[in-house]
Structure formats: C-alpha cells, structure tokens
C-alpha cells in the first residue's frame, strides 16, 4: 500500500516538501528567538550539554541497561559533537523534535485519513486546494507539535523522551498497517518502532500500548474467531518477536540487569508514584488536566492556562475535542475506534494514582517491570496526544467537505472560495498555536543560550592535567539545583562537563530516595547525611576519590567544615567552585574501588547485539525478497 495518500503523486510530493519547510520553519521561530544566534547552551533540568562530553559513556556509566536503547544514537550525537560544538549539535536537536512530530504527525494523518474514509473523488482531483486533505494533515502535525504535553516536557528538559515523542505516530500507524495486513513487509514498521525505542524506552511502552490497543479493536470488532482477527494476531505476533529481536541489544541487558536486582527498577515503589503523581493544572482536576494535555508533577513553569483566561484554553480545547469526536463518528472501519480507546486509556493511566478510583489499577501496573519503568505516570498522556491529533485530521477533512458542500449551494465565485479555503487552513494552524501560546512565543521566555562560568573550565583544565587514575566526588550532595548562571534548576552537569568518574548525587530530593544501586552512591548517601569535616579524606579514600568539587549553589555552606578537614586540602577557589585535593588517597588500584553506577552486563549486550544484527539482517533480506 502506498503511503503517500490520494492525490497525483507530484503534487503529493509537493505537499510533503511544503509541509517538510513549514515545520522546520516553526521549529525555527519557536526556538532561534529565545536562544538567540550567538553560542551557548539550554541547561534545563534534564537536559544537560556540555562542551567535549561522551553521552555515550554517560549512558553506559550512570543510566544504566534500562536505556541501552540509546547508545546507537548517543554513539552519532557524539561523533556529530567531534566536528561540530556541542551547543551547535544540541540545537539541532531541539529544532528537529518540533520538526520532526510536526512532519510525523503530518504524515501519519495521511495513513489515517486513507484507513478512515474512501477517497472521494473530487479530492483526488483538487490536489492544489490548500483546505482538502493537505489542510488536514497540516493541521494534525501542528497539533502534535505544539501542545501542552510537548511544551512542558521540552521545559524539563526531557529531550530523549520528545525524540520518542516525535517518531510516535509513524510507528503506531507503520505497524497497524502490517498487522491488519495493509503492508506485507514488517521492515518499515519494525524500523519505527525501533527507531522509538533508540530515543527513549518510555516512548516505547507508549508505541506498545497504542499498537496493542488498536490490534485489539480491530480483533474485537471483526470478531476474533473470523479470520481476519486470526490473521491480524498472526501478524501482530510476528511482529512482537521482530521487535523483541532486533531490540535485544538492550532488552537483553535490561533483564539481566533486572534478574541480577541490579536495576534502578527495583527502587521503585509507592512513594515514587506519589511524588511523580499528576497534578490538576487545569481548575485543580487531574482527569480534565490529562485530557487538555496537561498534568505535569512538576511546578514552576509558565502554562498556557496561567497566562490565557481560563474560558480561551478551555474553548480552544472544545475546539480540538469536537474536531476529534467529529472524525470518530465520521469515519469508516476500526482505526477511529481504536484511537478513541488509545485516547481514554492515556487518560486512564495518565492520572496515575492520583485519583482514588484507578490509584489501586495504576499501582498494580507499577508492580511489573514495565510499569515501575513507568514510574511518572504523565507521560501517558502523549496517547491523548497522539489521539487528538489523528482523528481531529478526520474531523477537518469532514469539516472541509461541509464547507465545501456549503458553498457549492451558494455558487461562490473561485476566488472567494480561495479566501475562504486560506481562512480554513489559517484558523486551522492558528487553534493549536492559541491553544499552547506560551510555546509559540518563544517558550514563554523559559529558554535561554548560557555557557559554563570561566570557573568550570579552569576546574576542567587542571584535572585534565592530572593523568592518574581517580574519582571527582561533585558536592552539594543533591541531583537538582538550582545555578544561577544556568538561569533555573538543572540536573547537576558535573558528570558530562568533567567527565564520567565524576560521582554526583542521583537522589531527586522527593522523598524517595536515590535511585542508584551502587555500593558508591550507598555509601556516600551515608557519609553525607551529616555535614562532613575532619576526617572526610580518609573516609572516601577507599572509594577512588581524589578530589572534592564543592559548587557555590544550593546549600554549599554546609561544607564549610571540609576547609578545616586535615586530609582535605584547597587547591583552587573560584567564584563558582571549590575544589579540595584529597591527601589520604593513595592511589591504588582502580580495579579495587567499589562500583559507582550500575554494572554493565557484557556477555548479555554482547549476546543481544548480535541477536539484533542477525533480526536486522534478515528482516532486510525478506524486506528485499517480498513482492
């Protein structure tokens, strides 16, 4: 089956560029007017760049099996990052999640409107009519790219999972194709969904649910004893072991880490989903939150309803909601269906434990292994996104034809039917961008370009100097905080900035706890639930560390005692940084120091990785040799 829709095929591929430069030109005003031209970094949160960092390394040394996933894209971020600044690459990145969903959201409304609604014949010929098809796909990507999920997730910094985000709706649609037997070749679906999976394992639970959900509404609805229900299982369970195959290069590691109680999964309990639990943006309720795609646990940003009067968000989000229950009723087959379900179980999930009815369903999937990596609980929500998006493209093509039908009654002349096509397509793009103003305006003047203080290099260069073996120990002990020369609060960058034997805190200061696993991090947690002094050297000696880096920020005071620490020594004070020479290390042997992250499963990445060639190559093969 084509995926390039109904229409001549030069002017499709004309509509695809043309929708290709609109999105990277929204991606582009959204983002060049807050960072501006010159150099810099966006440190927000979760989003930490440095200058000469291996993300790669980062990833093997301190995330963990759980997202081995990314390391073949962290592998080409930082090959980019050696011929281009990292600030430069970073950038890149951003624009391409706005542009990127855009485009995916685009393209997959394509797919949709064609499993939805029998071409008509007049749209096949009226290609050039900016209100038909074209206008509904356009308006499905802007959706998709600029909401409120999207926008709040890019604040915090959560980049890997907007990746994920942004391939999404191409892998939810690419592998329903191949299930129900659109596609005879699994090779574009399982590309997707893999694709997703590199980004961000999240993203991947997501794709799971979205694609388990509609294979189990077009089963209900053709019955499952007919044979087209046995043929979709067929399919559907073809494809999982594909997936399981060609992802056994972190699957594998991931459940070795997980048998071995060695994953940050095992961290996990009620505590975390409370303190990861939804909150009511939108007039204090959370369902409501979850289906305007809102609820984010995390205060202190700008929304779209803190700066818009209540009455606009929630009329826009009327809007939106009649488009998409518009399309459901309006087209034909299972995939309306199933989104509408996609739609109620991210609402579902997506409220967590924070409300009473589903809290008891939400904590018994946190028990599994998938649900505990799902800890958070929001990011369910980006089903309702995906939903909203899909079939609000159904409700505008058959909103487009009733206008269409309108003025064929009142015999308007073509060139008011032109203005009235452009004002279709016009307040089309416009609802999404009022809807999420802030995003549109720049982000709300959230973002902004900073680099490292001349401090943090001076640190760098004089422990670069020091060519022996041993650890940087990076203070004050907490995982956020607030730097001021950062403009807000960022996970704390020490590690990709000096280097991954910099050992920082990876407790998120929420009650729960650190989820690191290591014999390090335990015992550091400990040394440090008191304000060390003399004798701190001698105590974390044993641990390879060889130099303290204290940051002026948060509550650095209460390291005031490491000045008068006999095995503590200053050897540079900065107006950011104080760093302490450690007199009681020894050297020593490295192999003897304790772990201070997770261990890396070899013979299971090992086995996986080439698990996953043999998938890939032999997926291509049949690819190559299917009619």
Aim: hydrophobic share 55%; charged share 15%; with cysteine.
């Amino acid at each position: 089956m084509n995926d390039r829709g109904d229409g001549s095929g030069d002017g499709r591929r004309r509509e695809d560029r043309l929708a290709a430069g609109a999105f990277a030109a929204l991606a582009l005003a959204l983002f060049v007017p807050p960072l501006g031209p010159g150099e810099g970094f966006l440190l927000a949160l979760d989003m930490v760049f440095a200058p000469d960092a291996s993300h790669l390394r980062f990833a093997l040394d301190a995330k963990g099996p759980l997202y081995y996933g990314r390391l073949p894209f962290v592998a080409i971020l930082d090959a980019v990052s050696l011929v281009a600044p990292a600030w430069v690459v970073q950038r890149a990145v951003l624009v391409g999640v706005v542009a990127g969903a855009g485009y995916a959201g685009y393209a997959a409304a394509g797919a949709v409107l064609r499993a939805t609604i029998a071409a008509d014949a007049a749209d096949a010929a009226d290609t050039g009519d900016p209100s038909g098809p074209f206008a509904a796909r356009l308006f499905a990507g802007v959706l998709y790219a600029v909401n409120p999920f999207l926008y709040v997730r890019l604040l915090a910094g959560q980049w890997y999972f907007a990746l994920g985000y942004a391939v999404l709706p191409l892998a939810v649609v690419a592998f329903r194709a191949y299930a129900v037997g659109d596609r005879d070749s699994p090779v574009r679906a399982l590309g997707w969904v893999t694709l997703v999976a590199v980004f961000d394992p999240h993203a991947a639970v997501l794709a799971a649910v979205a694609g388990g959900l509609l294979v189990a509404c077009e089963v209900g609805l053709a019955g499952a004893a007919t044979d087209a229900a046995r043929r979709t299982l067929r399919r559907t369970a073809r494809f999982c072991a594909l997936a399981v195959g060609a992802n056994a290069y972190w699957l594998l590691p991931a459940l070795a880490a997980v048998l071995a109680g060695d994953s940050q999964l095992s961290t996990v309990d009620g505590a975390d989903l409370a303190a990861f639990s939804p909150r009511g943006s939108v007039l204090g309720n959370v369902p409501l939150s979850a289906a305007m795609l809102y609820g984010f646990w995390r205060e202190g940003y700008v929304l779209p309803v803190d700066v818009l009067p209540v009455w606009l968000v929630v009329g826009c989000f009327v809007l939106l909601l009649a488009l998409s229950v518009s399309g459901a009723l309006a087209a034909d087959g299972s995939l309306a269906p199933g989104l509408a379900l996609v739609a109620a179980v991210g609402v579902l999930l997506g409220v967590g434990v924070a409300v009473p009815a589903v809290a008891p369903l939400y904590r018994a999937f946190a028990a599994t292994p998938v649900g505990a990596g799902m800890r958070e609980a929001g990011k369910f929500v980006a089903l309702v996104a995906l939903a909203l998006s899909l079939l609000g493209a159904v409700g505008v093509r058959r909103l487009r034809a009733d206008l269409r039908a309108a003025a064929a009654e009142r015999s308007l002349s073509p060139d008011r039917r032109r203005l009235l096509a452009a004002c279709f397509v016009a307040l089309l793009v416009a609802l999404p961008l009022v809807y999420t103003l802030p995003m549109a305006a720049g982000f709300g003047g959230a973002y902004g370009a900073t680099d490292y203080p001349d401090d943090w290099h001076a640190v760098d260069e004089r422990l670069a100097a020091d060519d022996g073996d041993y650890r940087v120990l990076y203070l004050p002990w907490h995982q956020y905080m607030r730097y001021e020369w950062a403009g807000g609060t960022v996970a704390a960058p020490a590690p990709l900035f000096f280097g991954p034997d910099t050992v920082a805190s990876r407790d998120p200061d929420l009650g729960i706890g650190s989820q690191a696993t290591d014999p390090t991090h335990r015992r550091l947690d400990a040394l440090l639930a008191e304000p060390p002094g003399d004798g701190f050297g001698a105590a974390v000696a044993p641990l390879g560390v060889k130099y303290v880096v204290v940051s002026k920020t948060a509550d650095y005071e209460r390291y005031a005692g490491l000045d008068g620490a006999s095995d503590l020594a200053v050897v540079h004070r900065g107006d950011d940084l104080l760093v302490y020479e450690n007199r009681a290390f020894d050297g020593g042997d490295p192999a003897s120091w304790p772990a201070d992250g997770p261990a890396v499963p070899w013979t299971g990445l090992a086995v996986g990785g080439a698990v996953s060639a043999a998938t890939v190559v032999g997926g291509r093969l049949r690819g190559r040799a299917a009619p």
